[in-house]
Nanobody
Framework: QVQLTESGGGLVQAGGSLRLSCAAS??????????MGWFRQAPGKEREIVAG????????HVDDSVKGRFTIARGNAKNTVYLQMNNLKPEDTAVYYC???????????????????WGQGTQVTVSS
């Protein structure tokens, strides 16, 4: 089994910053070998990708909606992934999910259907 544990969500004013963290654990081997990503789902909307990162962190994808404001990175232990969110806007309000693609690839994974494990989600609320 694989567990993904997110932290770092909360309430922040517009223009503020938050840093989300996600740690992978379990019995499925070395999680540093797998691509990871962040998705979000706002009320009444479908879940969408925010950012993805390759297994070793040398490739990353950030959605146009957050480009220039959000950054994704892997921790030194590589079983963790971070989402640094700056200049937050009310439209960033959503539940943010961490995900892991349990397959060997050097690429960034951006399609939801290619992710195998998901965290419980952490709420991010941006007030105007």
């Amino acid at each position: 089994q694989v567990q993904l544990t997110e932290s770092g969500g909360g309430l922040v004013q517009a223009g503020g910053s938050l840093r989300l963290s996600c740690a992978a654990s379990g019995t499925k081997g070395t999680f540093s070998n797998y691509a990871m990503g962040w998705f979000r789902q706002a009320p009444g909307k479908e879940r969408e990708i925010v950012a993805g990162i390759s297994w070793n962190g040398d490739r990353a994808h950030v959605d146009d909606s957050v480009k220039g404001r959000f950054t994704i990175a892997r921790g030194n232990a590589k079983n963790t992934v971070y989402l640094q969110m700056n200049n937050l806007k009310p439209e960033d309000t959503a539940v943010y999910y961490c995900a892991l693609a349990y397959r060997l690839t050097t690429m960034v994974v951006v399609a939801q259907g290619e992710y195998d494990y998901w965290g419980q989600g952490t709420q991010v609320t941006v007030s105007s």
